[in-house]
T-cell receptor, first 113, second 117 residues
């Protein structure tokens, strides 16, 4: 099955700085890489995803990059704001076309005002 | 649509008791997932249904855990007998799957927080 490693487990940044969270995966057939945000006491929600046919995708202050050769992908948040404080999870499916997502252990991001 | 609906939101029970968690997926979604979240192990996939049929239950920890999906709008996760180590937040999620034109996004319910004393 898929193995997803996520780093760091915790991250503190000053408001306005950038944050980067990295994930690696094991199944070279995986082709879909989403990121979920979970605020305290809430449900995880999708914030951005990328498919294997592109190397980068941006949506306002967040971006995701993918390196299929190295089997890693990263989440970049620029101009961080206090409301970005949450736990972020990366995920990968168990092979191409699979519906099952394996999640990383999560990164707790704290944005200090 | 009201989203994925789970009940109960909180459950406190004593060791040995039976626990039943319920889930109503988003109408039209053909895939349903049960996840368990703990601080130590993160989000673990327990079981996955596609078109009401269990596809992969390899994540179900023990025979004490069972899940059913009798129709497209309802699923249950049962623990019998419950143990303190089962304490966690259990999330149900539904999806359109990775079919052509669909994104594969998982829509999670609010979760059921289970505490077994």
């Amino acid at each position: 099955g898929e193995n997803v490693e996520q780093h760091p487990s915790t991250l503190s940044v000053q408001e306005g700085d950038s944050a980067v969270i990295k994930c690696t995966y094991s199944d070279s057939a995986s082709n879909y890489f989403p990121w979920y945000k979970q605020e305290l006491g809430k449900r995880p929600q999708l914030i951005i995803d990328i498919r294997s046919n592109v190397g980068e995708k941006k949506d306002q202050r967040i971006a995701v990059t993918l390196n299929k050769t190295a089997k890693h992908f990263s989440l970049h948040i620029t101009e961080t704001q206090p409301e970005d404080s949450a736990v972020y999870f990366c995920a990968a499916p168990s092979g191409a076309g699979s519906y099952q997502l394996t999640f990383g252990k999560g990164t707790k991001l704290s944005v200090i005002p | 649509d009201a989203g994925v609906i789970q009940s109960p939101r909180h459950e406190v029970t004593e060791m040995g008791q039976e626990v039943t968690l319920r889930c109503k997926p988003i109408s039209g979604h053909n895939s349903l997932f049960w996840y368990r979240q703990t601080m130590m192990r993160g989000l673990e996939l327990l079981i996955y249904f596609n078109n009401n049929v269990p596809i992969d239950d390899s994540g179900m920890p023990e025979d004490r855990f069972s899940a059913k999906m009798p129709n497209a709008s309802f699923s249950t996760l049962k623990i019998q007998p419950s143990e303190p180590r089962d304490s966690a937040v259990y999330f149900c999620a539904s999806s359109l799957g990775l079919l052509a034109g669909n994104t594969g996004e998982l829509f999670f319910g609010e979760g059921s927080r289970l505490t077994v004393l």
